[in-house]
């Protein structure tokens, strides 16, 4: 028997979620030995296994509400676009990574017009952080949630969500993880006092935006207060011409390099990290660096939703852990010579940093499984698949011999 054939629909607006949907479907494609075709939207490296997106991923990672006004007429026209194409496109599964409120609406217009197709979404949405009643929502049009935290199985389930399944991130037998930690534990101690500072502006423009003209004044201080500190900001293609703009006129001067692999060097050489929250936040914490993390929302987000937040920290290393680790500062809070002196703190203070080090093992610990994500991911797609296959209207594979 040979091949067969699966069409899979994808919509991945964040860098992040590019890579978990390209995780996924290299695990999908290896461990059924399936040719796979894939359709939707995501970025370079969803592109990377043959998706030809169907616009640019970029116009939907947004952030703020804000951001979302502006561009909400071209967002409404892709919304409905993106659904009639996956209709008529038929594929075996559509799955939902990120940006949930544009995903889900789309996935909502697919069930109305497709309604066979197996709707999977992949990350649950923080209905822990704000607006749980989208759990029970979510039931109407997501068939099955792929959660990649530990907390958010029994989460979903006590909020009435689709069934969901923890499989865990991808984060936690990453390769190149691995070969930092491995790294930091064989390393003997620093003797001399030169430091290496990794800074992270998030991977959205209007993260960048925000964020490096307060960079710029924390690293001014802290050039004062720490001698001889490197710096080093690894970016993403799309953003070298904007992280540039930025620095070229900086009185100090930092390393900026571009890519993946960059980034993983920089964090194997890194003492200290000053970024903004998000994933990377628990990319540092497994990678044993510790960090200060900072977020400026824009002011319609900071009006409307940030009052409504149910969380008590936006860390993800402090929610994993359940406790005040990593130290972070938002919006007004965010003063560079508070941020500065923090950094300082997590390179002379042994006690501080050892804090953060020892918390960030037990993350690790907590963040292990027994099977790496993507597989599992991909079994539980496969069990679905199974289970509607004899369904009378489901999109039938090809196979070839």
């Not at 509400?65 to 409905?80: D, E, S």
């Not at 890519?259 to 998000?278: I, R």
């Not at 409307?304 to 402090?318: E, G, T």
Request: aromatic share 8%; glycine share 4%; net charge positive.
């Amino acid at each position: 028997m040979g091949k067969f054939s699966l069409k899979i629909a994808v919509i991945a607006g964040e860098e992040s979620g590019d890579l978990l949907g390209a995780d996924l479907i290299s695990s999908l494609s290896s461990q059924e030995a399936c040719n796979i075709r894939l359709i939707g939207v995501g970025g370079r490296h969803l592109e990377g296994l043959g998706l030809k997106s169907v616009f640019n991923s970029s116009e939907i990672s947004l952030i703020g509400l804000g951001a979302v006004l502006k561009r909400l007429p071209i967002l409404l026209m892709h919304i409905r676009s993106l659904s009639r194409f996956i209709a008529r496109e038929n594929p075996h599964c559509l799955i939902i990574i990120d940006n949930p409120d544009f995903a889900h609406r789309v996935a909502k217009r697919v069930r109305i017009l497709a309604p066979s197709i197996p709707i999977i979404q992949y990350v649950a949405p923080t209905v822990w952080a704000w607006r749980p009643d989208r759990a029970r929502a979510m039931c109407k049009f997501v068939d099955h949630v792929l959660a990649v935290f530990p907390f958010e199985e029994e989460i979903m389930k006590n909020l009435g969500g689709p069934p969901t399944t923890y499989v865990g991130h991808r984060l936690s037998s990453y390769a190149p993880l691995l070969k930092i930690q491995s790294k930091r534990k064989n390393s003997t101690t620093k003797k001399d006092f030169s430091f290496t500072m990794v800074i992270l502006p998030g991977s959205r423009r209007s993260e960048v935006r925000h964020l490096m003209p307060i960079f710029e004044k924390v690293i001014k201080i802290l050039r004062q207060r720490v001698p001889h500190l490197r710096i080093i900001l690894p970016t993403l293609p799309h953003l070298v011409d904007d992280i540039h703009s930025f620095v070229q006129n900086w009185e100090d001067k930092i390393d900026v390099v571009v890519g993946e692999n960059a980034k993983w060097c920089a964090f194997s050489e890194s003492d200290v990290a000053l970024a903004a929250l998000g994933t990377v936040s628990l990319e540092l914490a497994l990678a044993k660096i510790p960090m200060v993390l900072c977020y400026k929302l824009d002011l319609f987000s900071k009006l409307f939703i940030f009052p409504k937040l149910m969380l008590w920290s936006a860390a993800l290393p402090n929610i994993i852990l359940d406790k005040p680790i990593v130290p972070e500062y938002l919006n007004e809070f965010l003063r560079p010579g508070m941020l500065a002196r923090q950094i300082e703190q997590l390179l002379y203070n042994s006690s501080l940093r050892q804090l953060q080090l020892s918390s960030f093992d037990i993350v690790k610990e907590k963040m292990e499984v027994e099977i790496p994500p993507g597989i599992r991911a991909s079994q539980v797609i496969m069990d679905l698949f199974r289970k509607k296959r004899n369904t009378k209207d489901y999109p039938r594979s090809d196979t070839s011999s």
